[in-house]
């Protein structure tokens, strides 16, 4: 078999268990008790899990772009350099996986989407944002998060660079929501004034997917 096919044929295993789990309301063991930092459902992991959808694109900072379009007044491609020109946020953080793991206090840096969307000044209309990344993964959220102050675009994660396997050279952040919505290898963002369902989320998956309200599934 060749490396397409095998990677096709996890890609296919890997998406319809996770749609069966949709189906199911899949619950993942015996939880941790819920602490004033940990959702109902959620226990503690020491690593950090890899998800993906079975390919890790290789793409080096100098030839990584991010498209930010749509319904804005100044429709912008920044690469990895311009990036950087705008001011560096930091944040630590505690993250949720929809499959029942959370770390708390990861360190991430880069550019708060806040400070990003400035640049490119969003309509009113816009309301939504549908997001793209290298591998075809997509996934949708409502604008407002991308103005909280922990959601970044980010490069370094625990003071290093943001390894391939976690979605480096750049990747979204959003620790409001699951971490499925915090897409990895992202190379766009398209503001929307309806919201349009991403990967997972026309798979069965919430819309919003608030881990403090257990938004796992449709």
Request: proline share 7%.
């Amino acid at each position: 078999m060749s490396d397409d096919a095998r990677i096709a044929a996890k890609r296919a295993k890997l998406v319809s268990e996770k749609e069966r789990w949709a189906r199911e309301n899949k619950q993942f063991g015996k939880p941790d008790a819920p602490s004033g930092r940990l959702p109902r459902g959620q226990h503690l992991v020491r690593d950090w899990p890899v998800l993906d959808l079975g390919t890790h694109p290789n793409i080096p900072a100098k030839d990584w772009t991010l498209r930010v379009e749509g319904l804005v007044d100044v429709p912008t491609t920044f690469d990895y350099r311009e990036l950087s020109l705008i001011p560096r946020s930091e944040r630590t953080v505690d993250i949720h996986c929809v499959t029942s793991w959370s770390r708390l206090g990861d360190t991430f840096a880069g550019v708060a989407t806040r400070d990003l969307i400035a640049e490119v000044r969003p309509r009113d209309a816009a309301k939504f944002v549908l997001i793209k990344s290298f591998d075809g993964y997509t996934t949708n959220l409502p604008v407002e998060y991308l103005h909280e102050p922990d959601s970044l675009i980010a490069t370094h994660w625990n003071g290093a660079p943001l390894t391939r396997e976690h979605g480096g050279p750049v990747r979204l952040v959003v620790p409001a929501l699951y971490f499925w919505k915090s897409a990895k290898w992202i190379r766009s963002i398209r503001f929307v004034e309806h919201d349009v369902k991403g990967f997972w989320e026309s798979r069965g998956y919430h819309m919003l997917g608030d881990p403090w309200k257990e938004q796992r599934y449709a």
